[in-house]
């Protein structure tokens, strides 16, 4: 039972890392334009860079 | 290598100086922007616009922001025209009025996040739970996942079950009941037991429950409130894309093109043939005619001179005008048809919701089964303690997820279906409100008819002289003269391109040739005297002096017939009501079909007789466009708009359809209709899982495995059956 100790606090910590990535993408406005990051990923070369989001 | 290092770090700093440089942003609409390549060539050439330090497109709302450095005048101009060269149509949004909506959008997509992440979680330390209780777990362990459970769910519901709190308790401060009523009370009360429960070491734990029904309902909120999103977006679109510029004069005759919300009472505005006027003015100098439709309803234009008020939205058809703009609140049509609006929207008054109709019988019955659990426990000898707990059962059992679920799923299947047609449905409760209609009243003008003027057919004698008239006519740009060149190209006559053809504003057009004169417009231009006739009418002079009128009339759209007969056969009254002349209303209702038809109709006078069908128990949708409408629109049960309409029609509109086909009108009413049958099917599934599980709960036998089975099924269940919607065939 030992094993529990740390076995959970790590399935907890990996779920956090999930929902913190989760949370950062949609804060860096990923989840704005699902129709065009798909086109995006075709281009050659490296597009405009998205502009500086307002705080 | 120290050198490359400075230059590295100068280069660095000059970049990041002019970083730190005020940046402005504008956001543009892209009309015509479909793919990948269109979005490239978009932010191309805005990049290449100078002062521009980036340009990022977003596909799916059709927009385009920029970022650049300092706001000049004639900015936005830049980038519409740098757009123009590219083959773009673009338009600067009115405000960033949006925002507010994205950002609810991030909100609860931030809390479906926050849910799904506790809901899981719990749900593995649950499994754990209910596997170990069959085997060997110890009972300390036990607790500890219980405790562990708590600590995931408490911040959990604190945070992610705010928006139905929120409601509840706004629905409860105004003494109404809604479908977030019993879901707070059912997740605060599942949680507080199961903290008790806890504390006391006892198996009836509900946390995963409490927290997998808020991830539930979360995601439908989000799916609901993100096409919310969309439809608004798409519908600020249109009217960025229809709002227009001014040339507007200054004292020192320079004349600088504005947007029109930038106009203020007492600038001089040119306003070109073929111009929309941007906004109400007066006109100082100039005759012309101006047609006035999309105010009035009236198809035939009304000639102005100086002194004249014309409004925004009309367009000029004549000679140049130059018109002062004046304050809107000056105005008597437009602040006559902004009081009635606003009267109309209160006597609308506050419709209530399927989903909170059915919470206002459902709420009631779940609380009073309750405490009639907790009295039988009670009555029949148990403590106090576990007919509290059985009770809590029962409200956890009958928490409405399905039932909250129902209606949403629905809506958001529905609303996608249309808006992927071209029909961007506004009001959240205007499905619901067109579905139960039984009468339909239509506009005329631009909405049975398409607004623009067509040729009638010529005397077969007049007939050749068409080709020359036509040679003429494409010379000018007023829409008569369109409407002649494009009935020549119908019959399949050869149009050629005019040469020495001198146009007269506000007269007509004149050209030499061996023979003689040749003329084209109003009666008076070509030597022509007496009534015009009812028919709009223009004149060509041939150079042997015959004359011959070429008549107009407002073309119905071509399925209009088609479609108010579909209406008759589904059951719907259809009546036509519009501000145009009798003999052009009576025509018009004759050629698609209405038995019923009204003529010379004022703005007051459509709502009066709303008023006057809604008092006979008539549920009525108006389909309208004009400003004359707005008010009868916000009046109706419902209304569709289409997109031509002017702006406030669109506002006060439940849905707005684009292009030609009158169709979508049938099409909106069938999906309606549809949605709400799936709606009510949702809600018998809903009641059927209760019917099922709500004897266990009162029984004592609802154990938290058994819950959070039960709860899951059905909430998919209603899903599934909700986005049979996309794709399923609906009829009227």
């Known amino acids: 039972m030992t094993a529990l100790a740390w076995l959970i606090p790590a399935a907890l ?31 050659d070369e490296d597009g405009p860079q998205p502009p500086e989001r307002k705080r | 290598m120290a050198e490359a290092l400075t230059r590295d770090l100068s280069a660095r700093l000059i970049d990041k100086a002019l970083a730190a440089a005020p940046l402005a942003s504008t956001t543009l609409v892209v ?56 083959g773009f149509k673009a ?26 992440f506790a809901a899981a979680n719990i749900m593995l330390l649950s499994v754990s739970v209910w596997s170990g209780a069959a085997g060997d777990m110890e009972r300390s362990v036990q607790s500890l996942f219980h405790w562990l459970s708590a600590l995931i769910a408490l911040p959990t519901v604190a945070y992610a079950g705010r928006p139905f709190f929120r409601s509840a308790v706004q629905a409860l401060k105004a003494g109404r009941l809604n479908m977030d009523v019993p879901i707070s009370l059912g997740v605060t009360l599942a949680t507080a037991m199961s903290l008790y429960q806890t504390l006391r070491g006892s198996e009836q734990v509900y946390f995963d429950a409490a927290v997998a029904l808020l991830f539930f309902l979360l995601l439908g909120r989000f799916l609901d409130q993100r096409m919310r999103t969309r439809v608004a977006g798409a519908a600020g679109n249109l009217l960025g894309l229809r709002a227009s510029t001014a040339t507007v004069l200054g004292a020192d005759g320079s004349s600088e093109r504005l947007p029109a919300r930038a106009l203020t009472p007492g600038m001089r505005m040119l306003v070109a043939a073929g111009e929309r006027i941007a906004a109400d003015g007066r006109v100082l100098e100039g005759a012309s005619e101006v047609d006035e439709s999309l105010i009035t309803g009236e198809a035939s234009p009304a000639s102005v ?6 409004f925004a939205g009309t367009v000029n058809l004549g000679a140049p005008l130059v018109v002062e703009a004046i304050a809107t609140d000056q105005n008597t049509l ?9 009267a109309a929207q209160q006597s609308r008054g506050r419709y209530v919701r399927l989903a909170d109709r059915a919470a206002s019988f459902y709420a009631p019955a779940v609380h009073v089964l309750g405490l009639a659990t907790f009295l039988g426990w009670l009555v029949t000898g148990h403590g106090w303690e576990q007919a509290l707990t059985v009770a809590i059962a029962v409200l956890i059992i009958t928490c409405p997820c399905a039932l909250a679920l129902a209606v949403p799923a629905v809506q958001v299947a529905a609303t996608g279906r249309l808006f992927g047609r071209g029909v961007l449905v506004k009001a959240a409760d205007g499905l619901e409100r067109l579905a139960e209609a039984d009468m339909v009243v239509f506009d005329k003008t631009g909405t049975l008819s398409l607004g623009e003027p067509h040729m009638l057919p010529l005397a077969p004698h007049d007939a050749p002289l068409l080709a020359r008239a036509a040679t003429l006519a494409s010379a000018s740009r007023h829409p008569y003269a369109r409407a002649v060149v494009s009935a020549a190209r119908e019959r399949g006559l050869a149009v050629f391109p005019p040469v020495e053809v001198a146009e007269t504003a506000g007269a007509g057009l004149a050209r030499m040739t061996p023979e003689g004169e040749e003329r084209l417009g109003s ?25 011959v009128p070429f008549r107009f009339e407002d073309r119905l759209r071509p399925d209009a017939r088609d479609v108010v007969q579909q209406l008759r056969r589904s059951g719907y009254a259809v009546e036509l009501l519009s501000g145009d002349r009798m003999t052009a209303v009576e025509a018009a209702a004759k050629e698609v079909g209405i038995s019923v038809w009204r003529g010379r109709q004022g703005p007051a006078e459509k709502i009066a007789h709303l008023e006057g069908l809604k008092a006979d128990g008539r549920k009525v949708i108006m389909v309208g466009d004009g400003l004359n409408d707005a008010p009868a629109l916000a009046a109706a049960h419902a209304s569709v708009s289409p997109s031509t309409a002017a702006d406030v029609s669109q506002t006060a509109a439940d849905a707005i ?61 209603v899903t599934a059956n909700a986005v049979r919607l996309r794709t399923a065939r609906v009829e009227l």
């Open chain 2, 91 to 116: 338009a600067e949004l009115p405000e960033e009025d949006d925002s507010a909506a994205s950002n609810a959008d991030r909100d609860f997509l931030r809390r479906v996040g926050v849910a799904g």
């Open chain 1, 13 to 43: 910590f990996l779920g956090g890392l999930g929902l913190a990535a989760f949370l950062w993408s949609m804060r860096s406005g990923q989840f704005d334009d699902l129709e065009g990051a798909a086109w995006r990923a075709l281009w």
């Open chain 2, 305 to 310: 001179s100086p002194g004249r008020q014309v």
């Open chain 2, 334 to 342: 437009l602040a006559e048809i902004a009081r009635l609006m606003a």
């Open chain 2, 657 to 717: 359809f684009q292009g030609e086909r009158l169709g979508s009108v049938v099409e909106v009413l069938a999906v309606a209709k549809a949605a709400r049958k799936l709606a009510l099917q949702n809600f018998a599934i809903a009641v059927a899982y209760n019917v099922m599980f709500v004897p266990l709960a009162v029984a004592g036998l609802a154990t938290p495995l058994i819950a959070a089975i039960a709860m899951s099924t059905s909430s998919i269940l």
């Open chain 2, 31 to 86: 009309e015509n922007m479909h793919c990948g390549g269109c979005m490239r060539k978009v932010e191309q050439a805005l990049c290449a616009v100078d002062g521009v330090a980036a340009a990022r497109a977003n596909l799916a709302a059709k927009r385009v922001t920029v970022s650049h450095r300092s706001k000049g005048a004639g900015r936005t101009e830049a980038f519409v025209d740098a757009l123009a060269a590219a």
């Open chain 2, 523 to 547: 009666g008076r231009w070509c030597g022509v005297s007496g009534p015009a006739g009812e028919s709009a009418t223009l004149w060509y002079r041939a150079p042997s002096g015959k004359v």
